[in-house]
């Protein structure tokens, strides 16, 4: 080819580019002329917010959890569900086990029992109940004015009905460990009983409830509170109960909302339930679609969505000045990242932890505590999430209000401390590298491991291995990289097999509505990823649940030791506590991100216009 | 020609057993399995535990080929652990969209690259050439997830042309012309991203054939029998051109199955390739395995399809 060939080649790619190019600037250029245009005279402000925002610090407490206002009669309103997934469309609480299926069915369903903001049960929900004075035996009873959609009754029957199912051999949902406290669930479950002995229906309206044993964790989401519609499911077998046309296609609840329509996996529509017990919603027409977490901005921004279920923190600062059609609330939210240091390894055939600190590379309290010192946690949240993460204290997050004590004094960031510790604890650097050895003298080093995920995962953890190596302890990414989600979780443990390799791991909770920590920290659990036990945990754990502490005062007194106990041991060390937003379009009003004590709820929901407001 | 058809058919079976032992190995070779996504304290171990035993997930792998390949030939492709429901019912689901999202792509790449490679095959060397070449290059060089997060910015969000994420508008019923009009109006967008960006080749490979059979011998003899020129090219020319089209066309046919994973993902459009990472991610492997032998059947026999078109086309090419 020739030369004079390539170069008009050269120059058409040129002016294709440059087609682009413009096409490109003149769509930034709309976009930065719609805001300006809005915001009006406050144009010159924006401008020197903009500036700083970059580094801006935020404060969950400047942020409200709800919004209230007038809303007009009616009007219809649309929920983004953000999700790189499709939802798997098992609707029904009784069933389900993916937390996308979980908020479709909260619009048309809802639990018998309310809770208030400690997550105890109160008497303000479907069911009220009365407790025996030992705490064991429940007697509940039904409104008369809470109806399945279709009009029938909710009875004690239809109640009783559900646990029957979910103790039943054939159920393939998760939540047999929530009704295993039942007297005979086990031998329900086992076959060798026809009925559940702790299951009694008393009348169509009232059942009474016998537990094995009485703890407070019965009364903050111990019992099983959903109801299935017994004259639909009777005659499905409990196999195929998941898969059939009444969970997946037309499903019933109690909720404010009927289901209308359901596009398998992407959109459900609902319209409001006339006969919803607590009196007619606000609403008449709610719509739920997927969309993926790419376009969450984009989708709020043109009203396509009037709000959304989660909305990723981290991009709050780059959004902030643009989204102006939309309110943002904000609450405390009920998980915690933290560090864990492998202490043993699990034993399977006595499923307990089993702990060995003498070869456990991080056997050492000193040396675990030095790397609590070590790290400015407070500096990561400022960093990484600009403030919408702060330093974390114990093992009880803020978020339980009553029982997280912060009185409790822990290590901060500190290196001439963690220093002083490690030289106090014989770690000392023996052959001058800059690294410290072991008290034996011999080399220190120790695999990191951590999940992948986000813009932040990769910095943040070399940030932590930094801080970690100022103070002169060595630490590595296991691998040299960081861990698929699947792949973290095996290693460190969740069926058991531990990588012997780990030493120290991050990771986060998402903790339940009970406070009770036995699950994540228990010896004989095989969450507890640390193997980390100790008579001491075992028994305040054991008091933490005891009929004893069904006291509220002795409870908090059995939680602040034990959580100044985890602070002593450090077998883990909580880094940031979390802020969860949730932007709202500025026409929806009577919204409640709370999931406990709401004080406005879902029915009430309304809009003041029918458009969605835009920037 | 039958023979030959047998034949391949005949060779494709071990692939495809072979495949599927492959997939199920390596499924087995994954950390996690569909249980993994529900790490939560309020799910306590035992009941996981007894969900494991009752999937069979912890026997090993031949045995639970076995038990596969048992239900499969009785028509069972398994229950899907996340969707609790059966295999063969979640992927109807996603066929339909993906097959409608690959057809109307398919429709819009031959609209879109005919003509184009007719045009810059034709006036070769002039600046229409030049541009239409270098907008193939263009496109070479674009990777489609980034062209199509810019085209859903312009024509779904800035401009709303087009619907912006799902299959079909919320609320519709099944069976209305609505409905199927709306299940058009979600895929053209998605559609005509892939178009564009997949019409470089064949606008290529037409250019270069047309431009090669432009200096063939009969060619000459036709210009010189009188030939119009349009006759020339729509005939002549044309028919001898399109052999690299038509040998496209049967791998073609195999996307109509397998989706385009980053398409699908950015418009939110619920077809197969999306399903099948979604079905990695959460280890559900009743259907990756299923989607798996889905895939290995469609691409074999796109294959063969296309071997027989070459062979129709050009008789030279036929095995005796």
Known sequence: MSKAKFSKLLFAMMLVLLLVLAACSGGSDDAEGDGGGDSGDSGSEENNDSEEADGEIYDIADFSPSKEGEAMDGGELNFGLVSDTVFAGTLNFNFYSDVYDSEVIDWFDEALLEVDDTFTYTQEGAAQFEVNEEGNEFTFTIRDEVNWHDGEPVTAEDWAF???????????????????????????????????????????????????????????????????PKHIFEDIPVADMSSSDAVRENPIGIGPFKVESITPGESVTYTKNEDYWRGEPSLDKVTLKVIAPQTVVQALETGEVDMVDSFPTDQYPDVVDSLTNVDFLGRLDRSYSYVGFKLGTWDDENGKVDMDLENSKVGDVELRRAMWYAVDNDAVGERFYNGLRWNATTLMPSFYEIYHDDSIETPTYDPDMANQILDE???????????????????????????????????????????????????????????????????????????????????????????????????????????????????????????????????????????????????????????ELAPVNERVVNWDIRQEGQEILRYEVGVTQDEPVLP | MWKFIVRRLLITFPQIVFLSVLVFIMAQLMPGDALTGLIDPTITQEALEIQRERLGLNNPWYIQYADWVTGLVQGDLGQSYRFKTDVTAVISERLNNTVLLSVVALVFTYLIAIPLGLISGRYNDSPLDSAITGYTYLGFATPIFIFALVILWIFGYQLGWFPTSGSVAPGMQPGTMEYYLSKLNHSLLPGISIALISVVGTVQYLRSEIVDTKQKDFIITARAKGASENRVYNRHIFRNSVLPIAAFFGWEITSLITGTVFVERIFGYPGMGLLFLESIGQRDFSVVTALTLLFGIASILGALLSDIILGMVDPRIRIK
């Open chain 1, 162 to 228: 559900a646990i029957e199912v979910i103790a039943d051999p054939d159920y393939d949902g998760p939540r047999y460990g929530d009704v295993v406290n039942l007297v005979g669930a086990e031998e329900y479950h086992d076959g060798e009983a026809d009925s559940i002995e702790g299951l009694e229906i008393i009348d169509d309206k009232t059942l009474k409830m016998t537990f094995k044993q009485a703890t407070p964790s019965l009364l903050s989401g111990g019992i099983w509170s959903y109801a299935l």
């Open chain 1, 425 to 579: 604890a014989g770690y000392e650097d023996v052959d001058g590298d800059g690294i410290r050895e072991n008290p034996d003298g011999e080399e220190l080093v120790l695999n990191y491991a951590t999940m992948e995920g986000g813009d932040t995962a990769e910095p943040l953890a070399n940030y932590y291995i930094q801080s970690w190596e100022q103070v002169g302890i060595k630490v590595e990414k296991i691998d040299g990289r960081l861990l698929e989600f699947n792949d973290f979780y095996d290693r460190i443990g969740q069926q058991g097999n531990d990588d012997p390799d780990i030493d120290v791991y991050s990771a986060a909770w998402s903790v339940g509505t009970d406070v009770d920590p036995t699950g994540l920290w228990g010896p004989n659990v095989i969450y507890n990823f640390t193997r980390w036990e100790d008579e001491e945990n075992t028994r305040l754990l054991e008091e933490g649940v005891s009929p004893e502490a069904m006291d509220l005062e002795y409870r908090q007194e059995v939680y602040s030791e034990w959580q100044e106990y985890m602070v002593e041991q450090v077998p883990v060390f909580p880094t940031v506590y979390r802020a």
